[in-house]
C-alpha cells in the first residue's frame, strides 16, 4: 500500500519568517495531494491540495509544490504569524474504481514564536 | 451546511467493555470514512464505504471491530472488547463522492480512553 513520509516532525519558526514541510510518497498511481491544519482537540481541515497534473498552487500565504518524478511534495507558509501554529497532515491519495483512500504522513508540529 | 456530526465526543471505559461511536455524515455526501488517530500520529483509515457498501476495510482489526452503514447515511463504529491500544481519537468524514480529488471533511471526533 501507499506510505507517505513527513519532515520534519516538529518545526519552530520565527513569526514573519517561512517554513516548510516536506512529505514523499511511495506509489506512483497517487494523484490528489491534500495538506490538513489540525489544531489541539480540533477536526483535521483542509488548508490547501493539489492534484498530479499540476505542479504548483498557491493561496495566499500558502503554496503546495509537487515533485511527481521524485514523488514528493512540500508545504510552504510565509509570513508566519502565531495563528499558524498546530500540527500539519499532508497526505495522498490513490484513486480508485471504487473510490479514493487517504494516507497521512505523522504530522508537523509547527511552532510560530512570537 | 451542516458538518460531519459524531457522538459521543468523549468516552471513557474499561479494557474488555464494548463501546460505540454514530457519525452522520454531510447531507449527499456517498462516501463515508472511519479513521483512528492516536495521539501524536496522523490518522489511519479503519473502514471506508461507498453508500451503504464497504469499499475498503483491510486495516479494521476485525476480531474487535465492526462497522456499518445500513441505510448509506449515518454509520456507527463498534469496539468489543476493547483493549488499552484502542486509546484514541475516532475521526468519521465524508465526501461528495469518492473520486480521487473530492474533499474529505472530517467530524470532531469521538475521544476514546481505554483503562
Known amino acids: 500500500g501507499e506510505n507517505v513520509e513527513q519532515h520534519p516532525s516538529t518545526l519552530s519558526v520565527q513569526e514573519g519568517d517561512s517554513a516548510v514541510i516536506k512529505c514523499t510518497y511511495s506509489d506512483s498511481a497517487s494523484n490528489y495531494f491534500p495538506w490538513y491544519k489540525q489544531e489541539l482537540g480540533k477536526r483535521p481541515q483542509l488548508i490547501i491540495d493539489?492534484?498530479?497534473?499540476?505542479g504548483e498552487k498557491k493561496d495566499q500565504r500558502i503554496a503546495v509544490t509537487l515533485n511527481k518524478t521524485a514523488k514528493h511534495f512540500s508545504l510552504h507558509i510565509t509570513e508566519t504569524q502565531p495563528e499558524d501554529s498546530a500540527v500539519y497532515f499532508c497526505a495522498a491519495s490513490i484513486s480508485a474504481a471504487s473510490g479514493s483512500r487517504l494516507t497521512f504522513g505523522e504530522g508537523t508540529q509547527l511552532t510560530v514564536n512570537p | 451546511e451542516a458538518g460531519v456530526a459524531q457522538s459521543p465526543r468523549y468516552k471513557i471505559i474499561e479494557k474488555r467493555q464494548s463501546v460505540a461511536f454514530w457519525c452522520n455524515p454531510i447531507?449527499?455526501?456517498?462516501?463515508l470514512y472511519w479513521y483512528q488517530q492516536i495521539l501524536g500520529q496522523g490518522p489511519k483509515l479503519l473502514i471506508q464505504?461507498?453508500?451503504?457498501?464497504?469499499?475498503?476495510d483491510s486495516q479494521l482489526p476485525k476480531d474487535r471491530f465492526s462497522a456499518e452503514r445500513l441505510k448509506g447515511v449515518d454509520s456507527t463504529l463498534k469496539i468489543q472488547p476493547a483493549k488499552l491500544e484502542d486509546s484514541a481519537v475516532y475521526l468519521c468524514?465524508?465526501?461528495?463522492?469518492?473520486?480521487?480529488?473530492?474533499?474529505?471533511?472530517f467530524g470532531e471526533g469521538s475521544w476514546l480512553t481505554v483503562v
Open positions: 464505504f461507498q453508500n451503504n457498501g464497504v469499499v475498503d
Open positions: 468524514a465524508s465526501s461528495l463522492r469518492g473520486i480521487s480529488g473530492n474533499t474529505i471533511y
Open positions: 493539489i492534484r498530479s497534473n499540476v
Open positions: 447531507s449527499g455526501h456517498a462516501t
